[in-house]
């Protein structure tokens, strides 16, 4: 396996005055394309023809998924030989893969568990290493491009050998980071290719709602004062992220991941996250 850094050496790099700082900046920047993409998808969303409706059928699934695996191949400037098995769920299948208006009113009583003697609070990963089988369960059209855009990567992450067969826990927030950054990147960038920035809304609120997390928890560590106009946006995930903070003193995997890669791309540009593929250690 590909080497990938502890926690701690991730906490402790984004945990410097430019990694922060990166962190700021991030926030400042995409709360700004989030406040635009939200107008706009909000006029949009009575269009039944627009990108927030769900797709008719599975062949219009099939587009957008293949438009995903491109887009996100693309941007990393890799390929591949073989490809994984894409499965399309619903209610019958696991619960974590229950439509979100059931899992939310579900989730304090399901999918709790402890890892490494902490109790963990979320949904698993929609792609199984095991069997190279994409598993999601899309709301509408436009998020099933990010959604599979950030399972892709998964994929990619275990074709280049980032990722055991054996349940990730080791390197969690380092491959959950990847992810959320690549389908943060590989979304905004086809908002560009579409002109139209309320494609990447769906990204967008995960990415903001876990950075803020990322950034008050780094922040207090730091003894460092929190700029509290960065945290104005409201994000679907706020209460989760803090009912993390609250049991386990810390912020998600999902989170602190964003925030080193988000540190890294300030520092090493936008290959960082090919450079991860391809085996370079960057910390």
Same mark, same amino acid.
């Given at each position: ?28 920047? =995409?709360?700004? !394309?989030?406040? /635009?993409?939200?107008?706009?998808? &909000? ?29 996100? @191949? ?16 619903? %209610?019958?299948? !696991? ?9 939310? /009113? ?6 709790? #568990? ?38 892709? *990567? ?6 280049? @050998? ?25 979304? =905004? ?6 002109? &139209? ?8 609120? #995960?990415? %903001?709602?876990?950075?803020? /997390? ?6 207090? @560590? ?15 995930? *706020? ?35 090919? *450079? ?8």
């Amino acid at each position: 396996m590909v080497y990938t850094p502890s926690k701690e050496e991730m906490d402790e790099f984004v945990m410097t005055g430019k990694g922060i700082e990166a962190i700021e900046d991030s926030l400042a920047d =995409l709360s700004l !394309k989030l406040y /635009s993409a939200r107008k706009i998808r &909000n006029d949009a969303k009575s269009n039944e023809e627009s990108f927030f409706s769900r797709a008719k059928n599975r062949a219009e699934l099939d587009e957008i998924i293949l438009d995903a695996k491109q887009e996100t @191949k693309a941007f990393l400037g890799v390929n591949v030989y073989e490809e994984p098995v894409t499965k399309v769920v619903g %209610l019958s299948d !696991k619960i974590l893969f229950l439509p979100r208006a059931i899992y939310s /009113s579900l989730k304090s009583t399901i999918e709790k #568990r402890k890892v490494n003697g902490k109790l963990i609070y979320g949904i698993d990963n929609g792609y199984d290493a095991y069997h190279k089988v994409i598993r999601f369960n899309p709301s509408n059209k436009a998020e099933a491009f990010s959604e599979y855009a950030h399972e892709y *990567d998964h994929y990619l992450q275990d074709f280049f @050998k980032l990722v055991k067969p054996i349940w990730r826990w080791n390197n969690f927030s380092f491959l959950e980071g990847h992810a959320r950054c690549v389908e943060l990147n590989v979304s =905004l960038d086809k908002t560009e290719k579409m002109d &139209n920035p309320a494609f990447a809304v769906y990204s967008l609120e #995960r990415f %903001l709602g876990e950075m803020k /997390s990322a950034y008050k928890h780094y922040s207090r @560590k730091m003894g460092r004062g929190i700029k509290e106009i960065l945290l104005r946006i409201s994000c679907p995930n *706020d209460n989760y992220e803090a009912k993390l903070v609250y049991d386990l003193d810390e912020p998600s995997d999902y989170a602190s991941g964003a925030a080193f890669f988000t540190a890294k791309e300030a520092e090493m540009g936008k290959s960082v996250y090919t *450079d991860v593929l391809l085996g370079k250690k960057i910390v």
